[in-house]
């Protein structure tokens, strides 16, 4: 019993935090057609950058803050200055080159900080609860609290402010959005900053539970991959759902078949998805131009 | 040029019934209804958006109808993927010619004989200009550049030639491709005015070799000047089918005309 | 066709005439120093001593997985990061071979072309449905499945990897040394002639027709679907080759080699060298295979001569490089995405153009 709760509990998080980094690739994709394989790299800088805050003395709500709004800031200016205007232009060239980008990304945290996991001082306290059989720290809540109200308020600013509503018309229909008058590399900007700030968030929200352990976190950014496709590439809401289910998926296999095998079935099932239903669960059905 | 001339005679017909295309959750063709007689030039014309080369990628296997039917002789279109439509006789040539651009001419004309299979394909030379004339006026390709005049850019880039050469070149691979039945879409867009005339002349030629023409264009005059019969469309209905003098003096293309005239130069490039 | 013909045709006049005709080309002068370059490196690397047939021997096998990727990537468009995942299969079928009766010299290679081509077509299903993104996300899915299961396989049975036997060729040790090297190059050369012919027939033509559009190769009569498949095949057989090579080359297979960042590694070469060709693929699996141990030779000095501390970067040298090779990946991908290639031929440009300006008084005039 207390193995099955565990393992629910353990879905949870996991979840969230493949979910946080989920609603970033889901932006970008929305907003300018890029699939970003840089948001491990984006997590990695977020953790370390937590890191060495929060060693450095600060709070910890501040420490989360600050990191946020550097890398976003930082994941913004990426884009404008190396991005942008080959990003217009072709949507796949820059999916590709994000690719660089998590290796540049990668490197620089590597040369910095080393390899080997550096464990984080008690930000948030150690306590534990136990719910149902399962050992809850807050640690884990707080995680699950992150993902779930940034994933509630992105879809709130898509559905109501104007940048949302630009954002959409965007990914509806980026050709005529540019004749409405919509700047598609300002909302690109935007999309980017958000995509980064999330990816921070989640980065910490993973290294809140262990250390910060960067192979660790650059698998999540990869792993994350099968979550957007199950949940639906572009929808921020069915990033949250694919990343929970996901990550369910995950630990049922670790229970039943064993740990070798998670890295294959998660991406079988990604294999699956993507040739019979592309759209994944949430996704509207993409439009295959000829 | 022999064998041409007998497909002629077994008259295939182009039917077109009732066809609708749902594409993206929108209807893009609505009950569309038209025949193409064997050996006639028939004018598609409407204003950007009206669904003509939906049209066409109908007719040509790559956008399948969610109703009616495309019949050509006694084959169902439909059931025809669309690099077989070569097997059918029917060629087809671009709304847009960007797409190639690191391919010589001569090498894009011999894709329209370029065979599938991979023992074929091996023993392909259509593409290289070789040494022997004799070899080379073996190949569909180099014959059909030199019936357009167009010898002397066989071996350039097609991104090097002007897009005049380019429509044309497209228009020799549509002829290579399927010579019997020609679907050409906007063969004079991108073209400035005195370099239709060549244009102009390459389908009265292949008028009087026979072929049977589906011709699209957004220049009511260059259609009406070439074509047997005339379809006028908007928003992905038929307007008016008939002679090109009637359909273009009917109330309702005239309507469809200057109403659409305020956003005619928004030139959103489509593909295809 | 009588012997005077011949002579006259070899003769050293037609022959300079020839080589004037080919070299009038714009782009054959980059041809020209790239494979000038290349050769000379080789032979550079022939003679060199151990070290230096030591860095050919892995130019020559990641030369040919970098071919292998270019006939995919480069030639029929199809962007794909499951490289490192062939090479897997490659390393992984011939240790399994050792120790069986096929492990003799020329099986191994040809069953891990077998089995190349075969998971290649597999590989290239969903291309059938769908490209691009989809295409690369599927080609990533397949990286990590690959890993996963000789993973798996390995720490079942060889926990340190699979060994592989020395290379012999009939009774003669070709492991090491000049004999290996002259075996790489010989293979490479094989399978770069290969390519080179195969491409210039009808099948070369139809994988340029599809990486351009694969709508308007339908429209012609080209079976897209088809010509995916065999390019996909084609890749797949040649980088499982480039992986049996590697497992000679290190003396086992060990799927840790294998990972995504070796992937990366292969689509950044051709990418560096010029994705158009496979002179670039070649160009750039050396540029990248030799560049870190030039870097390791030189500069911690060069740094020291800028007055830069070197610490970090020889601390850090595996990873600095990582960085380095995925900055430049970023990079050319944006702005020079034909690499190497693309840089000298705007050179070329560039030279021909003053040439004739100051022959003929004016510029070249622009194409009709
Ligand atoms: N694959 C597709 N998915 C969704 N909508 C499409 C697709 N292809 C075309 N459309 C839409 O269908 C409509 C008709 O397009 P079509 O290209 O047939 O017009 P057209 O008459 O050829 O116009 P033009 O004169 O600009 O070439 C347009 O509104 C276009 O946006
Ligand atoms: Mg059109």
């Known amino acids: 019993m207390s193995v099955v709760a565990q393992a629910v509990v353990g879905t949870i998080v996991t979840g969230s935090v493949y979910g946080l980094v989920g609603v970033g690739f889901a932006l970008l994709f929305r907003a300018s057609k890029v699939l970003s394989f840089a948001q491990g790299g984006f997590m990695l800088l977020g953790a370390f950058v937590f890191y060495s805050l929060v060693t450095g003395g600060r709070p910890f709500l501040p420490a989360v803050l600050v990191t946020m709004?550097?890398?976003?800031?930082?994941?913004?200016?990426?884009?404008?200055?190396?991005?942008?205007r080959v990003a217009a232009r072709e949507a796949f060239a820059t999916s590709v080159a994000t690719i660089g980008l998590a290796g540049v990304l990668q490197a620089a945290v590597g040369i910095r900080y080393g390899t080997a996991p550096l464990s984080l001082p008690d930000v948030v306290s150690t306590r534990a609860f136990r719910i149902l059989g399962a050992v809850v720290q807050v640690a884990d809540i707080v995680a699950v609290v992150m993902a779930v109200t940034v994933v509630a308020a992105l879809v709130l600013i898509l559905r109501h402010s104007q940048i949302g509503l630009r954002m959409n018309a965007v990914a509806d229909n980026a050709t005529l959005a540019v004749h409405l008058g919509i700047s598609s590399a300002r909302i690109a900007t935007v999309a980017w900053a958000l995509a980064g700030g999330t990816a921070a968030l989640a980065g910490i929200a993973f290294?809140?539970?262990?250390?910060?352990?960067?192979?660790?976190?650059?698998?999540?950014?990869?792993?994350?991959?099968?979550?957007i496709i199950l949940g639906g590439l572009g929808s921020v809401g069915g990033a949250l759902a694919g990343g929970l289910l996901l990550a369910g998926i995950q630990n049922a296999v670790r229970i039943g078949i064993g740990a070798g095998w998670v890295d294959f079935v998660s991406f079988a099932l990604m294999l699956g998805f993507l040739f019979f239903r592309p759209s994944g669960l949430f996704g509207k059905a993409e439009v295959v131009r000829l | 040029m022999n064998a041409d001339s007998e497909v002629k005679t077994d008259a295939r017909r182009l039917r077109v019934d009732g066809v609708d295309v749902d594409l993206g959750g929108v209807r893009i063709l609505r009950g569309v209804t038209f025949d193409v007689r064997p050996g006639e030039v028939f004018g598609i014309v409407g204003p950007n958006g009206a669904g003509k080369t939906t049209i066409l990628n109908v007719i040509d296997g790559i956008v399948r109808p969610s109703a009616g039917t495309v019949r050509y002789g006694d084959v169902d279109l439909c059931r025809v993927r669309p690099h077989d439509m070569r097997k059918h006789g029917i060629g087809r040539s671009l709304q847009s010619t960007h797409y190639f651009r690191d391919l010589t001419a001569l090498q894009l004309v011999a894709l329209g004989e370029l065979p599938n299979s991979i023992v074929g394909a091996l023993r392909f030379a259509g593409h290289r200009k070789r040494r022997k004339a004799q070899a080379e006026a073996r190949d569909k390709g180099m014959e059909a550049l030199r019936q357009f005049g167009l010898e002397q850019y066989a071996n350039r880039p097609l991104s090097e030639l002007s897009s005049a050469v380019q429509k044309l070149v497209d228009i020799a691979r549509a002829v290579v491709t399927g010579g019997e039945l020609l679907l050409l879409d906007e063969p004079t867009s991108g073209v400035s005015g005195h370099e239709r005339g060549g244009i102009g002349e390459a389908l009265r030629r292949l008028r009087t070799l026979g072929r049977t023409i589906v011709l699209i264009d957004h220049d009511p005059g260059f259609v009406t000047g070439n074509c047997d019969r005339l379809m006028a469309m908007n928003f992905g209905e038929v307007l008016d089918v008939g002679l090109p003098d009637e359909v273009m003096s009917s109330e309702a293309v005239k309507r469809s005309y200057l109403g659409e005239s305020a956003n005619t130069d928004v030139g959103i490039e489509r593909d295809l | 066709m009588t012997t005077d013909a011949i002579k006259d045709r070899t003769g050293a006049g037609v022959l300079g005439r020839t080589l004037g005709r080919m070299?009038?080309?714009?782009?054959?002068?980059?041809?020209?120093v790239m494979g000038a370059g290349l050769l000379a490196a080789a032979l550079w690397a022939l003679n060199g001593g151990p070290f230096l047939n030591l860095v050919g021997q892995s130019c020559a096998v990641y030369a040919v997985a970098a071919i292998g990727q270019s006939v995919l990537i480069g030639s029929a468009g199809q962007i794909a990061l499951s490289g490192a995942a062939f090479m897997a299969i490659g390393a992984f079928v011939t240790g399994s071979l050792a120790?069986?009766?096929?492990?003799?010299?020329?099986?191994?290679?040809?069953i891990c072309a077998v089995v190349g081509w075969l998971v290649g077509l597999l590989s290239g299903l969903p291309g059938l449905r769908f490209r691009g993104l989809y295409l690369l996300l599927s080609s990533l899915a397949l990286q990590f499945m690959v890993t996963a299961v000789t993973k798996n396989y390995q720490s079942a049975r060889h926990p340190?990897?699979?060994?592989?036997?020395?290379?012999?060729?009939g009774p003669l040790d070709v492991s090491t040394g000049q004999s290996f090297y002259i075996v790489?190059?010989?293979?490479?050369?094989?399978?770069?002639?290969?390519?080179?012919?195969?491409?210039?027939?009808?099948?070369?033509?139809?994988?340029?027709?599809?990486?351009?559009?694969?709508?308007?190769?339908?429209?012609?009569?080209?079976?897209?679907?088809?010509?995916?498949l065999y390019a996909f095949a084609m890749s797949g057989a040649i980088t499982a080759v480039a992986g049996c090579l590697m497992a000679y080359l290190v003396g086992r297979a060990d799927y840790e080699t294998y990972n995504l960042n070796l992937s990366i590694a292969l689509i950044t070469m051709i990418y560096i060298g010029g994705i158009r060709s496979r002179l670039g693929a070649l160009t750039g699996a050396v540029i990248i295979t030799a560049l870190p141990y030039i870097l390791q030779l030189r500069l911690p000095g060069w740094l020291a001569g800028l007055g830069i501390d070197a610490n970090w970067y020889t601390e850090n040298q595996s990873i600095a490089n990582a960085g380095l090779f995925n900055l430049l990946f970023l990079l050319v991908v944006l702005f020079e995405p034909e690499g190497v290639q693309g840089l000298l031929g705007k050179a070329e440009r560039l030279l021909r153009r003053t040439l004739s300006g100051r022959r003929t008084g004016r510029t070249t005039e622009s194409p009709a």
């Open chain 3, 160 to 169: 340190a990897g699979l060994e592989v036997p020395p290379l012999h060729i």
């Open chain 1, 69 to 84: 709004i550097t890398v976003a800031a930082f994941s913004a200016v990426v884009y404008v200055l190396i991005f942008a």
């Open chain 3, 99 to 110: 120790g069986t009766p096929l492990e003799t010299f020329p099986f191994p290679l040809l």
């Open chain 3, 23 to 32: 070299l009038g080309r714009q782009g054959s002068g980059t041809q020209f």
């Open chain 1, 207 to 227: 290294s809140l539970r262990s250390a910060v352990d960067p192979v660790g976190v650059a698998n999540i950014g990869l792993l994350a991959f099968p979550a």
């Open chain 3, 184 to 228: 790489l190059i010989t293979l490479l050369a094989t399978v770069y002639l290969v390519v080179a012919l195969v491409e210039r027939t009808g099948v070369g033509l139809a994988w340029r027709a599809i990486r351009e559009s694969e709508e308007a190769a339908a429209v012609s009569g080209v079976d897209a679907v088809r010509w995916k």
